[in-house]
Antibody, heavy 118, light 107 residues
């Protein structure tokens, strides 16, 4: 069955960076985009970016340009998202989710809580 | 970015009631709209895509309709397990954006 398993919770200080992983299984890794979204406490869902596992092409939200890096490892079917220069406003649960082209996000990871605090 | 406005933000209804949630887009998004259900501490679950197509495994009491800028999610007969937050998402134009959510409470 399709599974997206994310790395564990992180606690970071302001100014630090965090790198999250999303390990996939149960489907053809290169046939689906992997998206990253986040949800701050009590807030809505915010799209951050996507990676096409086939060639590694990425696309990110203007808000995060210059502060986000996404990559993939096809040998382990894992995608990564690194966010730099963290502030307390980056405290959120981060999700990876798969989708085909402009289709909806049909499978999601379980989420990773990132807490940023001095 | 395309803004999605959901209404209401909260609703309370009884088991067996029909409930509807509206999602209005700031621009035409054709039928590139999805609906998700999210329970506390869990990842969102896809319910509807393409505005009206039921995702596999989703109970048939859920339905979606609309096109252009106005969309509706309906639950025909509310069940206790439907207590959750529901939100819409547009995928017509990058970046994908989400509505703020509607919390559904069972009376």
């Amino acid at each position: 069955q399709v599974q997206l398993v994310q790395s564990g919770a992180e606690v970071k200080k302001p100014g630090a960076s965090v790198k999250l992983s999303c390990k996939t299984s149960g489907y053809s890794f290169t046939n689906y985009y992997l998206h990253w979204v986040r949800q701050a406490p009590g807030q809505g869902v915010e799209w951050m970016g996507l990676i096409d596992p086939r060639g590694g092409t990425t696309r990110d939200a203007q808000k995060f340009q210059g502060r986000i890096s996404m990559s993939r490892d096809t040998s382990t079917r894992t995608v990564y998202m690194e966010l730099f220069s963290l502030t307390d406003e980056d405290t959120a649960v981060y999700f990876c989710a798969r989708a085909k082209l402009s289709m909806a996000f049909d499978y999601w990871g379980q989420g990773t809580l990132v807490s940023v605090s001095s | 970015d395309i803004q999605l406005t959901q209404s209401p933000s909260f609703l309370s209804a009884s088991v067996g009631d029909r409930v509807t949630i509206t999602c209005r887009a700031s621009q035409v998004i054709n039928s590139y709209l999805a609906w998700y259900q999210q329970k506390p501490g869990k990842a969102p679950r896809l319910l509807i895509y393409g505005a009206s197509t039921l995702e596999s495994g989703v109970p048939s009491r859920f339905s979606g309709s609309g096109s252009g800028t106005e969309f509706t999610l309906a639950i025909s007969s509310l069940q206790p397990d439907d207590s959750a937050t529901y939100f819409c998402q547009q995928l017509n134009t990058y970046p994908p954006t989400f509505g703020q959510g509607t919390k559904v409470e069972i009376k």
